[in-house]
């Protein structure tokens, strides 16, 4: 990668929209309600922008209104000139600044008209200080400048609103230039402002390329930007009078000619000594750095009091889940401790910054700053040490915290024994009961005599659990997919097949960290390149649950449905010996799976109308089944509530009930994760509001064609559910048997070979 390009922007506004704020966010990572108003505060941040990286600076102009930050301050006549009139000290803010991000408030119309008196303002300043410092640049009108505007509180209602989306881009296309809402707050699309400053300064700095011809023909023109013709000015100036080439300064300039080169006239107070512009990143006196990210959901909000949390409630529903109870304690002390190292690291940028104006002091007075260059030094290097402290105790603060599961809803009976799951319902067609079938077979013999199933070499291939569909077997299990499919297309839902595989980190935004190694497969691109690696998805509901990471619902967009379809990966780790004939339990399976991002407030209602959804689908199929509350101490982390539909196999077991489909409320415990947002701030909200999320099976296809064989046979073959048979070739009523088949002697499985 090429070295970091040096960039300087500054952050303006009227009082009150939240420019510190947006910039402590960008910067610090966390939002500050106030800021102690100061003159100026500079700040560094590295972005990455199409693969460059920019080391940039960022000019704070915080308490300041744009009068006095645009107002010339009248000095004293020249002792050198007693008869002089008196000079200016111009605010020519301009002097190595890139670029400009003009913040306006939604909810302040005057703040919004201001940024029009801003961006004027600026331009105008740059044709004033031309006529006063140079004389041979053409004075002409100075049209653009890199800028973006930006209108924070985004969050708030609309009817707190005094300035529409639409207002600011008229604006912008007006001024030709980038804009953006965003919110100081909640972090949202602060990161992108920067990154559209980035760009807006890339358009000046890197013109398209024109041929040769034209290069040659608009020689003189290529000179846009007006500070270019501003510098080559004062350089054919300085010439002129024979003034010496000063050393440039370590500030980024966005033109050749460094910007202590120019009179201290004219350097702008705003900036300060261009010397000083060396300095670390600050944060406003008596406010703690926290370098969280915004989503690391359970600790900003639900552990710690003072951001609204409760921590007694997770306790609470950590007792419910059977789960370690300490470990709310852990995550609030590891907070804590994270909070002190990070608040001591900027303290010692404080001190840096301190010994700094010390050295611009002494430097000033030309005399030796040795030693305290070296204290700077080794300020640094303390500083950068507690830095990556508080980061890796952060990485353990967040890998604990999510080792907590969701909020156990009101109606999950509470136990740690599966045998207390509470039957809610039994259903079965009158036609066929749950009962024991005397002269039935299971599964996999029927799939056997209609010679369907070819365990033997599925074995040879691939080991443990494996296994051929053939023939009529395919067929089968193909109608359930299309079947299903049809089914919840018909209930409203999007057809959606996702990628096969995910890479890890998206993975570990909506999957059980413990799943990684219990259930998981793991691909390696590059050993080199370990963020590469991807995992076999173990059910649609992964990848599919990651589609609109990052994104921001509208309220009328909701609910979203998908019926998700994928062949799905698990290891199923544990389980050996368990259902080891057949395909009931096996390391790859078809499933159709319902998943749906809805309002809070409706996502119970969901719940129930995906539970009726699954009913509706196998009382089609004809087959018994009942429905289970799984005890709290067996939800999976995500969790808030589960129900089980366990149909009923006749044969299997000598009859039992047994899991086809699992509905989960997973609310906003992955949402947050995962950002998934919706809807607009209320008032004096402190905490964002995320969707809800819920998911559940349709049908995974090779189980349920197990329950409907063993449900559907006769001693002659197999009858074909009727709402089947049009998927199926030839729409067959009845399927013969075959083959002879043989009953194991005992339940081992098949000889295990190598994985």
Not at 209 to 215: M, N, P, S, V
Not at 708 to 732: D, S
Request: glycine share 6%; charged share 30%; net charge positive.
């Amino acid at each position: 990668m090429a070295p970091p390009k040096q960039r300087k922007v500054a952050i303006v506004g009227s009082r009150a929209v939240g420019k510190s704020s947006m910039t402590v966010q960008f910067v610090d990572g966390h939002f500050v309600d106030s800021y102690y108003p100061t003159i100026e505060n500079t700040f560094s941040k590295m972005i990455k922008y199409k693969n460059q990286e920019y080391a940039t600076e960022i000019i704070d102009t915080a308490g300041q209104v744009p009068e006095v930050f645009f107002s010339p301050r009248v000095a004293k006549p020249s002792p050198a000139r007693p008869s002089s009139t008196p000079h200016y000290h111009d605010a020519c803010h301009f002097i190595g600044i890139h670029g400009y991000i003009i913040v306006y408030s939604v909810a302040s119309k005057q703040s919004f008209e201001m940024a029009r008196i801003i961006r004027d303002k600026i331009l105008n300043h740059l044709v004033v200080y031309t006529k006063q410092h140079t004389d041979d640049l053409p004075h002409q009108a100075v049209e653009w400048i890199p800028l973006v505007i930006v209108g924070n509180k985004s969050d708030l209602r609309p009817e707190q609103r005094q300035v529409t989306p639409e207002d600011g881009r008229a604006l912008a296309n007006e001024f030709k230039c980038a804009w953006t809402e965003a919110s100081a707050r909640y972090n949202e699309n602060v990161q992108k402002a920067f990154e559209l400053m980035i760009a807006e300064v890339e358009k000046s700095q890197n013109p398209e390329r024109e041929d040769e011809k034209a290069k040659q023909e608009n020689k003189m023109d290529r000179l846009k930007h007006p500070i270019d013709h501003l510098m080559n000015a004062l350089k054919k100036r300085r010439k002129k009078k024979g003034l010496a080439s000063l050393s440039i300064c370590a500030a980024p300039c966005h033109v050749p000619t460094p910007a202590s080169c120019l009179p201290s006239a004219v350097r702008s107070p705003l900036l300060g000594v261009v010397r000083m512009a060396r300095r670390q990143p600050t944060t406003a006196t008596g406010y703690v750095t926290r370098r969280e990210k915004q989503r690391n959901f359970r600790i900003s909000n639900d552990f710690i009091k003072e951001r609204g949390g409760d921590p007694e409630k997770i306790r609470e529903s950590q007792k419910k889940r059977c789960a370690p109870v300490e470990i709310v304690d852990e995550v609030i002390a590891d907070f804590e401790d994270h909070r002190r190292t990070q608040y001591d690291a900027t303290q010692m940028g404080s001190k840096i910054n301190a010994v700094q104006k010390q050295i611009g002091a002494k430097k000033k007075a030309k005399e030796s700053a040795d030693d305290l260059l070296e204290e700077k030094k080794q300020l640094e290097e303390s500083k950068k040490k507690q830095e990556a402290e508080a980061a890796a105790k952060l990485l353990k603060l967040q890998a604990k915290a999510k080792t907590v599961g969701n909020y156990v809803y009101k109606d999950v009976p509470v136990s740690d024994n599966e045998d207390n799951n509470a039957v809610l319902k039994t259903w079965a067609p009158e036609t066929r009961k749950a009962e024991f079938k005397q002269d039935g077979i299971p599964h996999h013999g029927v799939l056997a005599r209609l010679n369907a199933y070819d365990p033997e070499r599925g074995t040879k291939i691939v080991g443990h659990r494996g296994y051929c569909l053939t023939g009529y077997g395919v067929f089968l299990n193909q109608a359930l997919i299309n079947y299903g499919l049809e089914f919840l297309f018909s209930k409203g839902f999007t057809p959606n097949q996702p990628p096969f595989f995910m890479l890890r980190d998206q993975m570990a935004k909506t999957a059980q960290l413990s799943d990684f190694d219990e259930e998981l497969y793991k691909v390696t691109e590059s050993k080199d390149k370990p963020e590469t690696d991807k995992y076999l998805i173990a059910t649609s509901e992964q990848p599919i649950s990651a589609l609109h990471s990052e994104e921001w619902l509208h309220s009328d967009q909701l609910p979203i449905k998908y019926a998700g379809y994928s062949t799905n990966f698990r290891k199923e780790a544990g389980s050996h010996g368990k259902d080891a004939w057949g395909i009931f339990r096996i390391h790859q399976f078809e499933k159709v799976e319902q998943f749906l991002l809805t309002h809070p407030e409706k996502s119970w209602e969901a719940f129930d109308e995906m539970l009726a959804n699954s009913e509706e689908f196998y009382q089609s199929l004809g087959l018994p089944y009942q429905v289970v509350a799984i005890v709290s101490g067996a939800l999976n982390n995500a969790a808030s509530m589960k129900r089980d539909l366990e149909a009923w196999f006749p044969v299997t077991g000598g009859g039992e009930y047994k899991e086809l489909v699992s509905i989960s409320n997973c609310t906003d415990y992955q949402t947050r994760e995962l950002e998934i947002r919706h809807g607009v701030k209320k008032l004096n909200a402190t905490r964002k509001e995320y969707v809800h999320a819920l998911n559940g099976t349709l049908c995974a296809t090779e189980r349920t064609l197990c329950c409907i064989l063993e449900n559907y046979q006769t001693p002659e073959g197999f009858t074909v559910p009727e709402v089947l048979r049009k998927y199926i070739p030839g729409q067959p009523e009845f399927l013969p048997f075959v083959k002879e088949w043989k009953a194991p002697k005992d339940d081992k499985p098949l000889a295990d070979r190598t994985k």
